[in-house]
Protein backbone atom coordinates (compact mmCIF):
# COMPACT_ATOMS: atom_id res chain seq x y z
CA UNK A 1 0.00 0.00 0.00
CA UNK A 2 1.41 3.59 -1.03
CA UNK A 3 0.45 6.50 0.75
CA UNK A 4 -0.24 9.87 -1.21
CA UNK A 5 -1.03 12.52 1.36
CA UNK A 6 0.24 16.06 -0.14
CA UNK A 7 2.96 17.71 -2.00
CA UNK A 8 4.44 19.39 1.45
CA UNK A 9 4.90 15.98 2.71
CA UNK A 10 7.34 13.53 1.29
CA UNK A 11 6.11 9.74 2.47
CA UNK A 12 8.56 6.64 2.06
CA UNK A 13 7.53 3.14 3.60
CA UNK A 14 9.52 2.01 6.87
CA UNK A 15 9.16 -2.02 8.17
CA UNK A 16 4.94 -2.40 8.38
CA UNK A 17 4.56 1.44 8.54
CA UNK A 18 5.67 4.68 7.01
CA UNK A 19 8.00 7.71 7.73
CA UNK A 20 7.12 11.19 6.76
CA UNK A 21 9.12 13.97 6.15
CA UNK A 22 7.69 16.88 7.02
CA UNK A 23 8.00 21.35 6.26
CA UNK A 24 8.02 21.55 10.15
CA UNK A 25 11.70 22.49 11.73
CA UNK A 26 13.41 21.20 14.68
CA UNK A 27 15.33 24.59 16.69
CA UNK A 28 18.63 23.19 15.09
CA UNK A 29 16.54 23.06 11.67
CA UNK A 30 16.08 19.52 11.17
CA UNK A 31 12.76 18.60 9.30
CA UNK A 32 9.99 16.94 11.95
CA UNK A 33 9.60 13.30 11.07
CA UNK A 34 6.15 11.75 11.64
CA UNK A 35 5.27 7.82 12.06
CA UNK A 36 2.35 6.71 10.51
CA UNK A 37 1.24 2.68 11.19
CA UNK A 38 -2.28 0.55 10.31
CA UNK A 39 -3.58 -0.16 13.64
CA UNK A 40 -6.09 -3.51 14.20
CA UNK A 41 -8.84 -1.26 13.40
CA UNK A 42 -8.28 -0.59 9.73
CA UNK A 43 -6.62 3.48 11.31
CA UNK A 44 -3.48 4.48 11.47
CA UNK A 45 -1.26 5.27 14.64
CA UNK A 46 0.46 9.07 14.17
CA UNK A 47 3.24 9.72 16.10
CA UNK A 48 6.81 11.72 16.53
CA UNK A 49 8.26 8.35 18.01
CA UNK A 50 9.28 10.73 21.26
CA UNK A 51 11.80 12.47 19.23
CA UNK A 52 10.46 15.84 20.34
CA UNK A 53 11.00 14.50 24.02
CA UNK A 54 14.53 12.93 23.33
CA UNK A 55 16.03 16.36 21.77
CA UNK A 56 14.98 18.29 24.83
CA UNK A 57 16.49 15.65 27.39
CA UNK A 58 19.96 15.90 25.10
CA UNK A 59 19.39 19.80 26.12
CA UNK A 60 19.21 18.79 29.70
CA UNK A 61 15.91 19.81 29.80
CA UNK A 62 14.03 17.68 32.21
CA UNK A 63 10.69 16.29 29.74
CA UNK A 64 8.86 15.55 33.19
CA UNK A 65 9.56 19.00 34.97
CA UNK A 66 6.20 21.22 35.88
CA UNK A 67 6.72 23.68 33.05
CA UNK A 68 7.04 21.28 30.61
CA UNK A 69 4.12 19.23 31.03
CA UNK A 70 1.66 21.72 31.97
CA UNK A 71 2.71 22.14 28.79
CA UNK A 72 2.36 19.33 27.33
CA UNK A 73 -1.42 19.15 28.77
CA UNK A 74 -2.18 22.24 26.98
CA UNK A 75 -0.93 21.04 23.50
CA UNK A 76 -3.17 17.87 23.95
CA UNK A 77 -6.04 19.87 24.04
CA UNK A 78 -4.57 22.67 21.35
CA UNK A 79 -3.53 20.11 18.84
CA UNK A 80 -6.32 17.39 19.68
CA UNK A 81 -3.75 14.58 20.22
CA UNK A 82 -2.30 12.14 22.94
CA UNK A 83 0.72 12.03 24.92
CA UNK A 84 2.61 8.91 25.90
CA UNK A 85 4.13 8.86 29.31
CA UNK A 86 5.90 5.71 29.02
CA UNK A 87 7.66 6.94 24.95
CA UNK A 88 7.25 10.79 25.59
CA UNK A 89 5.96 10.66 22.45
CA UNK A 90 2.66 12.55 20.83
CA UNK A 91 -0.04 10.55 19.36
CA UNK A 92 -3.09 9.78 17.83
CA UNK A 93 -4.98 7.46 16.10
CA UNK A 94 -7.23 8.68 12.75
CA UNK A 95 -8.34 7.29 9.72
CA UNK A 96 -7.00 7.22 5.88
CA UNK A 97 -8.87 10.66 5.00
CA UNK A 98 -7.65 12.41 8.04
CA UNK A 99 -4.14 10.92 7.70
CA UNK A 100 -2.48 14.75 6.35
CA UNK A 101 -3.88 16.85 8.90
CA UNK A 102 -3.24 14.60 11.91
CA UNK A 103 0.72 14.70 10.42
CA UNK A 104 0.54 17.97 10.00
CA UNK A 105 -0.70 18.58 14.03
CA UNK A 106 1.71 16.14 15.59
CA UNK A 107 4.49 17.77 13.47
CA UNK A 108 3.74 20.89 15.05
CA UNK A 109 3.33 20.05 18.59
CA UNK A 110 6.42 18.23 18.16
CA UNK A 111 8.22 21.26 16.84
CA UNK A 112 7.05 23.33 19.36
CA UNK A 113 8.11 21.01 22.27
CA UNK A 114 11.67 20.84 21.18
CA UNK A 115 11.45 24.50 20.98
CA UNK A 116 11.29 25.31 24.76
CA UNK A 117 14.86 24.16 25.32
CA UNK A 118 15.50 27.69 24.32
CA UNK A 119 13.65 29.00 27.92
CA UNK A 120 15.80 30.29 29.77
CA UNK A 121 15.22 31.91 33.25
CA UNK A 122 17.56 35.03 33.15
CA UNK A 123 19.57 36.90 30.49
CA UNK A 124 22.27 39.05 30.71
CA UNK A 125 22.15 42.88 30.95
CA UNK A 126 23.54 45.06 28.03
CA UNK A 127 23.87 48.44 27.17
CA UNK A 128 21.08 47.82 24.33
CA UNK A 129 18.56 45.82 26.95
CA UNK A 130 18.85 49.29 29.46
CA UNK A 131 18.21 51.66 26.72
CA UNK A 132 14.81 49.54 25.63
CA UNK A 133 13.86 49.73 29.29
CA UNK A 134 14.63 53.71 30.08
CA UNK A 135 11.99 53.97 26.95
CA UNK A 136 9.47 51.84 28.18
CA UNK A 137 9.56 53.91 31.34
CA UNK A 138 8.94 56.86 29.27
CA UNK A 139 6.33 55.25 27.33
CA UNK A 140 4.71 54.37 30.81
CA UNK A 141 4.75 57.89 32.09
CA UNK A 142 3.63 59.14 28.77
CA UNK A 143 0.85 56.93 28.18
CA UNK A 144 -0.47 56.14 31.92
CA UNK A 145 -0.60 52.89 31.50
CA UNK A 146 1.00 50.70 34.31
CA UNK A 147 4.02 48.25 33.44
CA UNK A 148 5.71 45.68 35.22
CA UNK A 149 9.13 44.14 34.69
CA UNK A 150 10.41 40.39 34.74
CA UNK A 151 6.63 39.03 34.70
CA UNK A 152 5.60 35.60 33.97
CA UNK A 153 3.30 35.77 31.34
CA UNK A 154 1.42 33.30 28.93
CA UNK A 155 2.23 29.79 30.24
CA UNK A 156 5.03 31.36 32.41
CA UNK A 157 7.50 32.94 29.41
CA UNK A 158 8.84 35.49 30.74
CA UNK A 159 8.30 39.46 29.48
CA UNK A 160 11.00 41.95 30.11
CA UNK A 161 7.91 43.80 30.49
CA UNK A 162 4.06 44.42 30.70
CA UNK A 163 2.09 47.34 30.23
CA UNK A 164 -1.18 46.48 31.79
CA UNK A 165 -3.49 48.09 29.52
CA UNK A 166 -7.13 48.13 29.81
CA UNK A 167 -8.14 46.41 26.76
CA UNK A 168 -5.20 44.17 25.85
CA UNK A 169 -1.72 43.70 28.11
CA UNK A 170 1.32 44.51 25.72
CA UNK A 171 4.19 42.30 26.79
CA UNK A 172 7.77 43.47 25.77
CA UNK A 173 10.72 40.67 25.02
CA UNK A 174 14.18 42.56 24.45
CA UNK A 175 15.26 39.95 22.09
CA UNK A 176 19.00 40.03 22.76
CA UNK A 177 19.80 36.76 20.73
CA UNK A 178 18.24 34.11 18.69
CA UNK A 179 16.87 31.92 21.62
CA UNK A 180 15.18 34.90 23.34
CA UNK A 181 13.57 36.26 19.97
CA UNK A 182 12.34 32.13 19.54
CA UNK A 183 10.74 32.77 23.04
CA UNK A 184 8.72 35.82 22.03
CA UNK A 185 7.41 33.69 19.07
CA UNK A 186 6.41 30.80 21.18
CA UNK A 187 4.79 33.42 23.51
CA UNK A 188 2.51 34.52 21.29
CA UNK A 189 1.91 31.30 19.68
CA UNK A 190 0.84 30.24 23.11
CA UNK A 191 -1.30 33.22 23.92
CA UNK A 192 -3.33 32.36 20.22
CA UNK A 193 -3.48 28.92 21.28
CA UNK A 194 -4.89 29.44 24.54
CA UNK A 195 -7.13 32.73 23.62
CA UNK A 196 -4.84 34.83 26.27
CA UNK A 197 -5.58 38.46 24.75
CA UNK A 198 -1.78 39.70 25.68
CA UNK A 199 -0.15 41.67 23.00
CA UNK A 200 3.72 40.52 22.04
CA UNK A 201 6.13 42.95 20.74
CA UNK A 202 9.86 41.99 20.36
CA UNK A 203 12.69 44.25 20.58
CA UNK A 204 15.93 43.15 18.58
CA UNK A 205 18.64 45.66 18.72
CA UNK A 206 19.61 45.12 14.81
CA UNK A 207 19.12 41.66 12.36
CA UNK A 208 22.85 41.70 12.23
CA UNK A 209 22.64 40.94 16.39
CA UNK A 210 20.28 37.95 15.78
CA UNK A 211 20.12 36.87 12.17
CA UNK A 212 18.40 39.06 9.26
CA UNK A 213 16.43 35.15 8.62
CA UNK A 214 15.27 34.54 12.40
CA UNK A 215 13.57 38.23 12.06
CA UNK A 216 11.80 38.51 8.86
CA UNK A 217 10.42 34.96 10.37
CA UNK A 218 9.59 36.54 13.73
CA UNK A 219 7.23 39.01 12.22
CA UNK A 220 4.95 36.24 11.49
CA UNK A 221 5.02 35.13 15.09
CA UNK A 222 4.49 37.88 17.29
CA UNK A 223 1.89 41.15 16.71
CA UNK A 224 5.49 43.29 15.94
CA UNK A 225 9.36 42.64 15.62
CA UNK A 226 10.88 45.89 16.20
CA UNK A 227 14.39 46.99 15.40
CA UNK A 228 15.66 49.08 17.86
CA UNK A 229 19.23 50.50 16.74
CA UNK A 230 18.46 53.88 15.03
CA UNK A 231 14.93 53.35 14.91
CA UNK A 232 14.26 53.80 18.66
CA UNK A 233 11.47 56.28 18.08
CA UNK A 234 9.45 53.97 15.85
CA UNK A 235 9.79 51.58 18.62
CA UNK A 236 8.48 54.45 21.19
CA UNK A 237 5.42 55.20 18.45
CA UNK A 238 4.46 51.72 17.89
CA UNK A 239 3.96 50.91 21.91
CA UNK A 240 2.26 53.71 22.50
CA UNK A 241 -0.21 53.63 19.22
CA UNK A 242 -0.36 49.88 20.51
CA UNK A 243 -1.46 51.28 23.98
CA UNK A 244 -3.72 54.00 22.60
CA UNK A 245 -6.07 51.78 20.15
Given at each position: MNLDLCKELQVRRSGDGYVVCTPFKYYDNDNVV???????????RVSDNGEAAERLSMDGIDVCGDRIDRWIGEAKVFFKLNWDQEDQSFWVEVDEGELAAAVFRVAEAASQLQAMTVVRNSFSESTFKAEVMSLIRDVARETGVDVKFDVPVVSNFTADAL?????????????????RLMEAELMWSNAKRLGDPTMVFAVVES?????????????????????????????????IESLSS
Open positions: VFAWPSSRGAFFLAEARPLAIVVAQSKDSDKVGRKEVERAQFYTDKTLTFRNFSHQVREKM
